[in-house]
Structure formats: structure tokens, C-alpha cells
């Protein structure tokens, strides 16, 4: 099976490039291999390769310098996402494609199903919603939601934490916004089993939306507060403790743009349609953490 990934330098697809080799030949394309600005590229690079799946895990996610360089968060996650649907609909093969909470405005106070009606805040939300809309007009989508992401690469909350609290004595955190970090391996691993149950079934009829995110929930406070914590217990050095970090309401941490108050995510729908166990968000970022010690 040929596998065309896309963001393979991203958090999401270095994991993916790992795991979905388990299942056939990845074609794994950073900016360098294929141009998600140029959508002629874009078609005659799949016209080219003609793969038997497409995995987009590429995006645009400076969400504040997405204020400005409109143009260029449409291309990516808007665009990119609607030509790369095309080819799938032309080869009638199937779409996984990665989204975000963003598309929410944050303002329940639930956990937000896949019908939760989207109402983005930021031009990255916004982008992000359109390039799920164009998506899904090919049939054998699969779009996954998900936030908070972290993983052994960066730029991700839970390694800029480990490294400020070896540099810094103190820190100020967000603590009104709430949601479960998620690492990008167990994402690897979801989509694994996704694409095998998609193999595995010819005629595969779960296509659409679904959310994922780990078990358990925090806020931004509490996740600094837990990394220091669990860094100092793994004899990691650092300048200060978790309670020299200042828990502080978003209104007093002014960005350009606007995050969601609440990032939660109801899993119930892919944890039934693919029989997943998903684990506590605490065990994955101890794990990484650990890993992080070692490796120190």
C-alpha cells in the first residue's frame, strides 16, 4: 500500500512517518517535497505517485501570526486541504485529515461532540473550519479533532514549561482554560488502527468526524504545575518549583489572537467505532517526561 503523508517534520507526522511504515510504503513530504501553497503542484505531485491513501497531517499553526499572514493560513489549511480532498474523490481513496478545537468558540461547558454546531474565533479556527468543510465533500473522509498536542519535538506547552523551569525562578500560566493535552504518538497510533479497520473492511462505511483526546482534563496552571513537579521527582535540574508558578486569568495574558476557554473534547463516537482504550493524559506526559530525564 502507497501512503502519502503530508507534514512529516510536524509533531503529528514524524510520529505518523514511524508508525504507518508498520503498513505499507509512506511517501512522507515536508515543505521541501511538496508545496501546499501551489495546489498545481499539489495534483500533479498525486497524479504523479498516485498513492491508495492520504494522510494530512500538515497545517499552518502559528495561530497569532495567522492574524496577518491570512493569506498564506488559507492556503494551507484551507486550500491545501480542498485540492488534496479532489485527488482523493478523483482516485476514490480515502482522506484522513488532522483538525483542531479551534473551531469551537470555547463557550461550552461540556465536553464538545462532533455535532457541536463550530463557531472559530481566530483566523486559524476559521481556516481550519473551511479546509473541514471542503474535506468532507469527498465521501471516505476521516477527520480527526484534536488539541493540546505534545511530543518529544518541538514547539509544544509541555517542552517550553521543561525548559523554562530550568532557566526561570518563577512564571505566570493561564488557569481559566481547560482542556487534555494529548501526545502525538497516541495520535500515531489512533490513526494506525483507523487506516488497518479502513484496510481490513472494503466496504468501510464510518467515514466523517471524530475527536480525540486522552482521558482526564486540566488547565494550563495545572499542566505547568504537573511537569515541574513530575520533572523534579525524575531528578531533573531546575531553577524553581511549581509553587513559584502564578496561576493567572486569561484576560491578564493578552494575545493576538483568541483561544477557546474550553478545549474539551467528547471521544465516545471513535472510542466505540474503532474499540479504542484511550489512555489518562497524565501517564502519556509522565512517560515523555521520563523519557526527557533519561535522555538529560
Keep these: 500500500m502507497k501512503i502519502l503523508l503530508t507534514g512529516k517534520n510536524g509533531q503529528v507526522g514524524f510520529a505518523l512517518h514511524k508508525k504507518l511504515a508498520l503498513l505499507g510504503d509512506v511517501i512522507a513530504t515536508g515543505r521541501n517535497e ?73 463557550l461550552k461547558n461540556e465536553p464538545y461532540m462532533e455535532t457541536d454546531k463550530a463557531n472559530p474565533q481566530s483566523v486559524y479556527g476559521k481556516t481550519k473550519w473551511e479546509g473541514e468543510e471542503a474535506v468532507r465533500n469527498h465521501k471516505k473522509h476521516i477527520i480527526l479533532r484534536t488539541s493540546w498536542i505534545f511530543s518529544s519535538r518541538e514547539p509544544n506547552f509541555l517542552k517550553t514549561i521543561l525548559k523554562l523551569i530550568q532557566e526561570k525562578t518563577s512564571l505566570d500560566v493561564v488557569s481559566d482554560q481547560k482542556g487534555t493535552p494529548i501526545s502525538a ?101 509522565a512517560a515523555l517526561l521520563k523519557v526527557a530525564s533519561i535522555n538529560n
Aim: aromatic fraction near 10%.
Design 34 to 106: 511538496l508545496n501546499l501553497e501551489n495546489s498545481d503542484a499539489i495534483r500533479v505531485f498525486i497524479e504523479k505517485i498516485k498513492p491508495d491513501i492520504i494522510i494530512n497531517a500538515a497545517a499552518y499553526t502559528d495561530v497569532d501570526k495567522a492574524e496577518t499572514e491570512i493569506e498564506l493560513a488559507y492556503k494551507v489549511n484551507t486550500e491545501a486541504p480542498r485540492v488534496l480532498a479532489e485527488k482523493a474523490s478523483q482516485l476514490n481513496i480515502p482522506m484522513i485529515h488532522f483538525s483542531t478545537d479551534y473551531v469551537f468558540d470555547g
Design 185 to 285: 504518538e497516541i495520535l500515531a497510533d489512533v490513526t494506525y488502527k483507523i487506516v488497518k479497520t479502513i484496510l481490513n473492511a472494503p466496504n468501510f462505511k464510518n467515514f466523517g468526524t471524530y475527536h480525540v483526546a486522552l482521558k482526564g482534563e486540566t488547565n494550563w496552571y495545572e499542566y505547568a504545575c504537573f511537569i515541574t513537579n513530575e520533572a523534579i521527582r525524575l531528578g531533573l535540574k531546575t531553577t524553581m518549583n511549581s509553587q513559584d508558578i502564578n496561576a493567572i486569568s486569561s484576560d491578564a495574558y493578552l494575545r493576538i489572537a483568541k483561544r477557546p476557554i474550553n478545549s474539551r473534547l467528547n471521544t465516545t463516537k471513535i472510542e466505540n467505532t474503532f474499540m479504542l482504550e484511550l489512555p489518562n493524559w497524565e501517564v502519556e506526559a
